[in-house]
């Protein structure tokens, strides 16, 4: 596999110094992360973030999430990509491979904690995800999003994703409905 980023668990990408001048490391996550990703994605639960996940996680849960996440990270399907600042765990993103006639395919995901949002960590994130994608061999990402979700869609935007359609009021949170909105990337790797 050709790539420029492991496959590994653990593996320090990059640091860089956000917008607000707070020192930022991106790495792929590990199994010492298991507290830190439930703290994190409790926070965002709690927050009413625009996530799919709409109930607090148990350890138990969190314990079964990142054995499936390895499991797949050693298998190549998968990539994950966490910010750490001062310590904290402060986002989560991943690509997983698709299958069958969608293994040209990556299916991106990618979730900030609040404070952490508006100082370019997501673009930095979205950069490197994309610059993995390429390594990995595949041809295409593809995201969905809340459509309300103003601030994610113009990150994606801006490093190249482009709406495809739409899911009319897929979606139902704090008593709306809300569209889901799908998007795509065709990766400069293209034959």
């Given at each position: 596999m050709v790539g420029l980023v492991p496959l590994k668990t653990g593996v320090v990408i990059k640091s860089f110094i956000a917008n607000d001048g707070r020192k930022v490391l991106l790495r792929t996550l590990k199994w010492e992360d298991l507290d830190d990703m439930m703290e994190?994605?409790?926070?965002?639960?709690?927050?009413?973030a625009e996530i799919f996940?709409?109930?607090?996680?148990?350890?138990?849960?969190?314990?079964?999430?990142?054995?499936?996440q390895m499991v797949e990270v050693e298998k190549g399907n998968r990539?994950?990509?966490?910010a750490v600042v001062d310590g904290?765990?402060?986002?989560?993103?991943?690509?997983?491979?698709?299958?069958g006639y969608s293994e040209h395919v990556g299916i991106l995901a990618i979730a900030i904690r609040d404070g952490y949002r508006e100082i370019g960590i997501g673009?930095?994130?979205?950069n490197k995800?994309?610059?993995?994608?390429?390594?990995?061999?595949?041809?295409?990402?593809?995201?969905?999003?809340?459509?309300?979700?103003?601030?994610?869609?113009?990150?994606?935007?801006?490093?190249?994703?482009?709406?495809?359609?739409?899911?009319?009021?897929?979606?139902?949170?704090?008593?709306?409905?809300?569209?889901?909105?799908?998007?795509?990337?065709?990766?400069?790797s293209n034959p």
């Open positions: 994190f994605i409790n926070a965002l639960v709690e927050e009413g996940a709409n109930q607090k996680v148990t350890r138990e849960h969190e314990v079964e999430w990142l054995a499936r990539f994950n990509l966490s904290k765990l402060i986002t989560n993103s991943s690509i997983t491979r698709g299958t673009t930095e994130m979205m995800l994309i610059s993995q994608a390429e390594s990995m061999g595949l041809r295409m990402l593809t995201l969905t999003v809340f459509s309300t979700n103003n601030r994610a869609r113009h990150v994606y935007e801006k490093v190249g994703f482009r709406e495809v359609g739409c899911i009319p009021k897929e979606l139902y949170k704090d008593g709306k409905y809300i569209d889901h909105v799908w998007m795509v990337k065709e990766l400069t």
